[in-house]
């Protein structure tokens, strides 16, 4: 039995007029969240380097935030990342919590977005912005592994390491999406 009328009823479009934000900018938005999968996957080297591909996530994920005026544009690219992220083809068998890595930094960049609004368009910010959120993986790993013992590969000899690295990549990510973001606005307000 249906309950409720149609007027009350949640569709894809009321959702996102809601949250501000047109269904070509949440695309683009998804799609910016899948290309750092994507990304992710063909540059993978076997250097050792914990937190290396916060470079291109962040830097992505940095660039899709500070460009939309949408509450929840982290949120929007964390989904198409995390949605990616589980696909067979990517081999995520070996972890199966890589979805929700992938989903906190962007609900992290909104709730800063939302608390601290006149930041926003400052570089060393959204580089910070960019650091913190990426470091939140090691601290994912961590508490998933105190929870349920599931061995994660780079917290084999500690958090500190994997914890630092993902911090430094993560703020050099940042600080490439925030120049990315603000070359882009500022090229944009010329005449």
Do not use: C
């Not at 409720?4 to 047109?22: E, I, M, P, R």
Request: hydrophobic share 55%; no cysteine; aromatic share 10%.
């Amino acid at each position: 039995m249906e309950t409720g009328t149609l007027s009350q009823k949640k569709t894809l479009s009321s959702v996102l007029s809601k949250a501000q934000v047109a269904w070509w900018e949440a695309l683009l938005l998804f799609g910016l969240g899948a290309t750092a999968v994507l990304l992710h996957q063909a540059l993978r080297a076997p250097l050792n380097l914990p937190g290396r591909h916060g470079l291109e996530w962040m830097a992505l994920l940095i660039l899709g935030r500070a460009l939309s005026r949408s509450r929840v544009a982290g949120s929007i690219t964390s989904v198409g990342a995390a949605t990616f992220s589980v696909l067979p083809i990517w081999g995520a068998m070996h972890d199966p919590f890589i979805w929700l890595i992938y989903l906190v930094p962007g609900l992290l960049m909104d709730f800063v977005f939302a608390k601290l609004p006149g930041m926003t368009g400052k570089l060393w910010f959204l580089a910070l912005l960019g650091s913190l959120a990426h470091a939140t993986k090691p601290l994912i790993r961590l508490v998933i592994t105190l929870i349920t013992g599931f061995p994660f590969g780079s917290l084999l000899y500690g958090i500190l390491y994997p914890l630092g690295s993902h911090l430094l990549f993560g703020l050099l990510g940042g600080l490439l999406g925030g120049l990315l973001a603000l070359g882009v606005q500022k090229s944009v307000k010329k005449p």
